[in-house]
């Protein structure tokens, strides 16, 4: 097990490589300049000069982008990632000052989506055909083809401005920061955008995978041994049932980093999406780029726990 | 004959398909008696698998049970509560599967798996009935027991699955094992093995055995009696000497018929031709009709009798008793049966002629 | 129902009836591969539903903006807010915009830029995916280590970055994002039916008859990987549609006056304590698209593979 979490590291090295090779490209590569914003007549040529000199941007693009990796590897370097050109803070502070918030939302979705998808798919697939299922079924389809930043709208405009439950955006109310129940207070509208899709999506899938577990030889042979209904159910098909679903697990990361993106817009939710909307628009490349690394090293990182948990769930895996 | 353990009567379990009722078993009866070994034969398709997962009242939608009993020891199994049956099943009547490979669940150990059947009908702790699933596994023959039951169905052949099942089943020590095509899905040499010791053990045990397979080879080794299925009905019954000696059916004479044999090289195999009629579409008349080489106007019109040939021997045929049969026994001599193959040959030639014929006239209809 | 027998048919000579015979030979009808597909899929209602919908709403979405020209992007002060009238029947907006034309006009970029978004993720993945599937080897393993990089960029962050700084709102722009972000599914679909389809019997046969690569993969192997290359797509425009009201949205898309469902929401955002209402359009509009073209994919799955259908 060891030797294969070691192994899957040093196979995502390459990975990242080739994700540093895109991001720097996108951004190095678009028409424009850093500095164009300057170009308002106001800052003189030489300054502008200057500046191009300074974030290196007169050298050739090969030479610009073994500076910026060489670099951007030592993390744990206030200056590795570089500067914000809005406000001049390192990114390495201004990004992992974000990432508890992202988490902390993140967490509490998936969370929350396990916690509500996994029985309800059960429920659907155990009473198959049955009104429950039929109902379950129309929201799992509907919910899962309702946008979430619509939803986050709709939960905003009913909970937060109609009926004023929920508070209309932030982390937390002034003069509270850190209390734990103000934050979960906070945390409900944009989790519930976030989750109720993935809710949808997850409870399908697990429904799915529950009902062609129900159909193996091995199910008739725990019937077959006296097992009562619910032995078969939660002992033997669940366990099964829920192999497949470690999958969702490393897919549900990138769509729930873009989903947080806007979730985190729409509620003023102060994590990485959030910062990522806010620098593309004020064109913080440095920021951008730390960013986008920063997407991929969680989708990696999510991958990894989900083939890691396949090995503990699942006997025939081994490593 | 012994007493009787198990007795089933006008048994009849329908399915509810899109297309329409599949009636998979349609009034059977058969009877197991103590220790001995019923032998249920058919072709795929014809309802012996249904028939004993209606015992064991295992049909799932769009399945049921419709009507009939199953008495074990004077009690009617179909009356039972669900609760009071999951007490039958897996303590007095035992069922192992077709597939070892799929038969296990992938996820527990093969001790573990033992170990709660054992659980399930016996109030003892967890350790010990570890133990005792250890000991089953030695019974069965599993070299190096108490590794084995520590190991995962993935680490382990097909025969040493079966073998597994077989431990697992006969861990509560069932009056009845309802064993559905045991062997089938194992290498001939593996087959032996297991069924040497399902023998053993029934000898050991005084069990009886219910032994559903399509390979009448099986049967000649391990059944006391015959009940041979076609279309959801049994068609013939009688120990397994009179079947094998004396069949009446033409359906089970074709099935032995079709029995490759070592020593005779002259002669085709001979097959039944036809298939099994479609379940949705059974003819008015003896559901074998279409297939049977000695066929009569009658056998298209009305189903023929479930009646006594011999003692001891009953069949579902218009047939005399006295065995109008047609020279295809077994005993037959060997011109007899190359002329019986070459007839076979010309007529399923022209057979094939005269359905594309019936094919042409259709499109031109 | 399977059978051990030789299937042959009853021979005459011995007393079956024709009739018998012809009842078993009606029991097979003899239909091509489509008109199975065709039947297959006209038994599945939703889905049938969900094409007739879509087509209702392709039709509104192309004649209105076309009949009504530069209507949608036409404020005019008398008119704001304005209720419901047989000319607007959903209004006007803050602007004086009339709202029914505007969400048609909208529906039509969104929707524009779903199906050729999809056209873009079929046209790399399938190219990229039979390359890797047929020739195997070194360049199946380059492929496929980049399949994983594209996977582990977080696709939106990639979109964002790329629609917002290469130029920003430009319809081309967005749709070639979205496409090369989303080649990867079609390419390991087409790759592994691929790696199956190597191995079958027909391709098999046509090698040894001397067939040429390009015949082996164009007339023998793309046909049958077709089946799951248009559920994925049909799915792709859903995604593809979501995707672009998502940027839209954020403000990185399709800006105003031009009109995408996404950027009517975003409207919709910075009134909604005025109007409301405006955001239910846009929202219910993306919903009923999304709904329609999965339920088409599901429908198309069970028709073109009978195989991968457990249960209705």
Aim: hydrophobic share 50%; glycine share 8%.
């Amino acid at each position: 097990m060891v030797t294969y979490l070691f192994r899957r590291l040093i196979q995502a090295i390459p990975i990242l490589f080739g994700i540093s090779l895109v991001a720097f490209a996108i951004i190095n590569l678009a028409p424009g300049s850093p500095v164009d914003r300057f170009q308002t007549g106001r800052v003189s040529h030489q300054t502008i000069q200057n500046l191009i000199h300074l974030y290196g941007l007169d050298q050739p693009l090969p030479v610009q982008y073994v500076k910026w990796i060489t670099t951007f590897v030592q993390f744990w370097r206030v200056d590795a990632w570089g500067f914000s050109f809005v406000d001049g803070l390192p990114v390495t502070q201004k990004i992992f000052a974000r990432v508890p918030s992202t988490l902390e939302l993140m967490g509490t979705a998936l969370a929350v989506t396990i916690l509500f998808a996994i029985p309800i798919g059960i429920l659907a697939a155990v009473r198959q055909y049955s009104w429950a299922d039929k109902i379950i079924t129309t929201f799992a389809t509907i919910g899962y083809a309702m946008p979430s930043f619509w939803l986050g709208l709709l939960l905003l405009f009913v909970f937060a401005v109609e009926l004023n439950w929920f508070p209309l955006f932030g982390k937390y109310t002034f003069g509270q920061e850190g209390q734990p129940l103000n934050l979960i207070w906070h945390l409900v509208l944009p989790v519930s955008s976030l989750a109720i899709q993935q809710i949808a999506g997850w409870s399908r899938y697990m429904r799915s995978s529950m009902l062609e577990v129900m159909h193996q030889d091995y199910i008739r042979t725990a019937r077959a041994k006296g097992l009562p209904n619910s032995g078969v159910i939660y002992r033997h098909a669940l366990r099964n049932a829920l192999i497949p679903i470690i999958t969702l697990l490393g897919l549900t990361i990138p769509s729930l980093l873009a989903g947080a993106a806007i979730t985190e817009t729409i509620f003023s939710w102060p994590g990485l999406g959030y910062l990522l909307v806010s620098s593309v628009n004020t064109r913080d490349y440095p920021v951008v780029l730390a960013l986008t690394m920063m997407g991929g090293f969680m989708v990696i990182a999510g991958n990894l726990l989900a083939d890691v948990l396949y090995a503990v769930v699942d006997p025939r895996i081994t490593y | 004959m012994t007493d009787t353990l198990l007795r089933v009567r006008h048994l009849r379990t329908y399915f509810w398909t899109l297309d329409g009722i599949v009636k998979a078993v349609d009034g059977v009866n058969m009877d197991i008696g103590t220790g001995r070994t019923l032998g249920v034969v058919g072709e795929s398709g014809c309802g012996k698998s249904i028939t004993a997962l209606s015992i064991m009242r295992l049909i799932e939608r769009p399945g049921k049970i419709v009507e009939g009993s199953v008495d074990l020891d004077r009690t009617d199994l179909l009356k039972l509560s669900e609760s009071e049956m999951r007490e039958i099943r897996g303590n007095a009547i035992s069922m192992i599967f077709q597939e070892p490979m799929t038969s296990l669940n992938p996820v527990f150990t093969t001790g573990n798996q033992i170990a709660e059947a054992i659980r399930l009908h016996a109030d003892i702790g967890a350790r010990e009935a570890e133990d005792r699933a250890v000991e089953m596994l030695r019974k069965v023959g599993i070299p190096d027991p108490e590794r084995r039951a520590r190991q995962y169905p993935h680490e382990m052949s097909g025969g040493m699955r079966q073998r597994v099942m077989i431990a697992m089943a006969l861990s509560t020590y069932p009056q009845l094992l309802i064993a559905d095509e045991p062997t089938t899905a194992l290498d001939v040499t593996i087959q032996a093995q297991i069924l040497e010791l399902m023998k053993e053990l029934r000898e050991e045990r005084r069990m009886s055995i219910m032994l559903i397979t399509h390979d009448l080879g099986v049967i000649a080794e391990m059944a006391d009696d015959v009940v041979v299925m076609y279309s959801g009905k049994v068609v013939e019954t009688g120990d397994v000497f009179t079947i094998f000696e004396r069949p009446h059916h033409p359906y089970t004479q074709g099935l032995l018929g079709s029995l490759p044999r070592i020593g005779q090289r002259r002669g085709r195999l001979r097959v039944i031709e036809g298939v099994v009629p479609n379940p949705l579409n059974l003819p008015k008349g003896c559901l074998f009709a279409r297939r049977c080489p000695c066929v009569m106007p009658i056998c298209e019109q009305t189903p023929p009798p479930f009646q006594e040939v011999h003692p001891g021997q009953v069949s579902r045929c218009w047939l005399t008793p006295a065995g109008t049969t047609p020279a295809v026994g077994m005993t037959a001599p060997a011109d007899v049966a190359e002329a019986e193959a070459a007839r076979m040959t010309i007529t399923a030639d022209s057979g094939r002629q005269s359905a594309t014929a019936a094919q042409m006239g259709e499109v031109g209809r | 129902m399977e059978t051990n027998m030789q299937l042959q048919a009853p021979a005459p000579g011995v007393g079956t009836d024709r009739r018998a015979v012809v009842d078993e030979v009606d029991l097979i009808p003899v239909r091509t591969y489509w008109q199975l597909v065709r039947q297959r899929f006209m038994q599945h209602r939703l889905a049938v539903i969900a094409l007739v919908l879509l087509a209702v709403l392709v039709i509104l979405a192309w004649t209105i903006p076309t009949l009504t020209g530069e209507l949608y992007q036409k404020t005019s002060l008398d008119l704001i807010d304005q209720g419901p009238s047989l000319s607007a029947p959903l209004g006007y907006d803050h602007l004086g915009e009339n709202t029914f034309v505007r969400l048609m006009r909208a529906t039509q970029t969104s929707l524009t830029i779903g199906f050729a978004a999809v056209l873009i993720i079929v046209g790399i993945g399938v190219t990229l995916g039979s390359i890797a599937g047929y020739v195997g080897g070194l360049v199946d393993n380059l492929l496929m280590r980049l399949v994983d990089v594209v996977l582990s960029i977080p696709s939106f962050f990639f979109i964002v970055a790329l629609v917002a700084f290469w130029g920003g709102g430009n319809v081309w722009v967005i749709i070639f994002a979205i496409g090369l972000a989303g080649w990867t599914t079609a390419a390991r679909l087409v790759r592994a039916e691929f790696l199956r389809l190597r191995e079958v019997d027909f391709v098999q046969a046509a090698r040894a008859l001397g067939a040429s690569p390009r015949r082996i993969v164009l007339r023998h192997m793309l046909p049958m990987a077709l089946a799951p290359i248009l559920v994925a797509a049909t799915l792709g425009i859903a995604d593809s549609v979501v995707l672009e009201a998502a940027l839209s949205f954020l403000g990185f898309g399709i800006s105003p006056p031009e009109a995408s469902l996404g950027n009517m929401l975003n409207n919709a955002q910075r009134y909604f304590y005025r109007e409301p209402i405006l955001m239910f359009y846009p929202g219910i509009m993306l919903i009923l698209v999304v709904l329609c073209a999965s339920f088409l994919g599901d429908g198309l799955r069970d028709a073109l593979d009978p195989r991968q259908r457990i249960e209705r």
